[in-house]
């Protein structure tokens, strides 16, 4: 039996069973989705290896900072994030400072050869976070529950908050049981000060084909003594948007994913269009998009997300570059930087572009 089949039981197992969210031998989603699931459009696995690979991934480095210097300064508003790709962002929230998902792997994939590669290293070093108060992880899928990321957190001594049984997985991995909160949707914990609560998301989980909805997938609201924060996880569009709005806001800032999405993916991934209609059914908060720009994930153009948002989002929507602390209280207008990254792609063709994702 593997170590975390092993750690699956007692108190934790008991909890996962007495879970709304747990029928029939694994967690299920309770909501039902808003999204149609266009099945007839699923991709085959080589459509997902090879078509379009000359725009999925960018055809040079993408602009970063070096946030390190920032900071070393309080955030001035007393909330500001970092978004260091994918889903990973540090959250300065109210003197607190909280990791999403922590992905600093070269792989998303169980395999250290194959599998999605990042496009580049993160803008900081994992070794040179600042001091943390909390790391939260949304679900077990590779590109948000990474093993080199959470061994080397290991050695510090931060409180991990996470959904149902993946508790498990992070115990098999060397955090000790003491440091691990495992959260029901609509729970919530104190951890050094902030209150984290579970939320719904519709998704799944798994890392074998063995293992499908073994552990719980969960967005998560994470609110200081002045400021809110949205931190979506994976997700399609549902009516439990609106509920999260309604009971646990208002949000300071929301982070919700937009890309690695596809037409057959409508139940489980949001893409920019529905990323946006999750934003107005949360009713509030500064938008960063998140889950972009990082892995080759998806059939669509790898700036396509940013695109569609620049062109329909209203004002409120937050484009930094990798490793740019921002703060939602003083945003600026979005700079396209991802077109000077294909500047021969757009050369010429910027308004037909444009056009298209406006639609």
């Known amino acids: 039996m593997s170590p975390f089949r092993q750690k699956l039981a007692g108190l934790r197992l ?92 070269e792989r998303a994939s169980p395999f250290p050869l194959l599998g999605p590669k990042r496009f580049q290293p993160v803008p900081v070093a994992i070794d040179a976070l600042p001091e943390l108060d909390a790391i939260v992880i949304s679900h077990d899928h590779y590109d948000h529950l990474d093993y080199f990321s959470v061994r080397t957190l290991a050695a510090l001594n931060v409180p991990f908050v996470t959904s149902l049984g993946v508790g498990a997985r992070l115990e098999a991995w060397g955090i000790s049981a003491e440091r691990i909160t495992e959260l029901d949707w609509w729970e919530s914990a104190m951890v050094n000060g902030l209150t984290i609560t579970a939320a719904p998301s519709h998704h799944f989980s798994g890392r074998t084909l063995r293992d499908r909805n073994s552990t719980l997938w969960s967005s998560f609201a994470i609110r200081g003594e002045r400021h809110a924060v949205f931190f979506s996880g994976d997700t399609g569009l549902a009516p439990h948007f609106a509920e999260i709005g309604q009971r646990l806001g208002p949000f300071d800032l929301v982070m919700i994913e937009v890309g690695a999405f596809h037409p ?82 757009w050369k010429g063709s910027a308004l037909q572009v444009a056009s298209k994702f406006s639609k």
Do not use: C
Request: net charge neutral; proline share 9%; charged share 20%.
């Open 264 to 345: 057959s993916w409508g139940s489980v991934h949001l893409g920019p269009d529905n990323a946006l209609k999750a934003w107005r059914q949360l009713g509030s908060g500064s938008f960063l998009p998140i889950h972009w720009a990082t892995f080759n994930l998806a059939m669509h153009a790898w700036d396509e997300p940013a695109e569609v948002l620049l062109a329909k989002a209203p004002a409120g929507l937050m484009m930094p570059l990798l490793g740019e602390p921002v703060e939602p209280a003083f945003m600026e207008d979005v700079q396209p930087w991802w077109r000077k990254v294909e500047q021969k792609r």
């Open 14 to 105: 008991d909890r996962m069973h007495a879970s709304r969210q747990y029928a029939e031998g694994g967690f299920i989603n309770t909501y039902a989705p808003s999204a149609v699931r266009e099945v007839g459009s699923r991709p085959a696995l080589m459509d997902l290896m090879f078509h379009g690979n000359d725009v999925r991934v960018p055809s040079q480095p993408l602009p970063s900072l070096d946030p390190r210097a920032a900071w070393t300064r309080r955030a001035q508003s007393g909330l500001r994030a970092t978004w260091l790709g994918h889903s990973t962002v540090l959250l300065e929230i109210d003197g607190k400072r909280v990791l999403t998902d922590p992905v600093w792997g």
